[in-house]
């Protein structure tokens, strides 16, 4: 299955989330689940949270959620709102490589 994570930074957390982000880079680079795409967004407008988001194959959402509990951002309140859900792609380029 196809599971993302689209996660919207506190912030409030900018120093905690620049003293972590080797860690979290680590944590995506060391995953035992298969990420097929992460990243942030571009720069957010004054006073808003960047985003980020995480596409990966995994046999469930659970695998998935506990991934997601382990990374370093989200153990340390780095994100303010963290939405995992199953996504089922229809279209698109990239479809046949999945």
Request: proline share 15%; hydrophobic share 40%; no cysteine.
């Given at each position: 299955m196809?599971?993302?994570r689209y996660a919207v930074s506190d912030p409030g957390k900018a120093a905690e989330r620049s003293r972590l982000l080797e860690q979290?880079?680590?944590h995506l680079h060391g995953a035992?689940?298969?990420i097929l795409l992460s990243g942030p967004s571009a720069?957010?407008?004054e006073g808003k949270g960047s985003t980020a988001v995480v596409i990966a194959e995994v046999e469930t959402l659970a695998e998935f959620e506990t991934f997601s509990a382990g990374d370093p951002f989200v153990?340390?309140?780095v994100y303010s709102n963290v939405d995992v859900f199953e996504w089922r792609p229809s279209f698109?380029?990239?479809?046949?490589s999945l």
């Open positions: 196809i599971v993302v979290h880079k680590t035992a689940i298969r720069p957010p407008t153990r340390a309140g698109g380029p990239l479809l046949e």
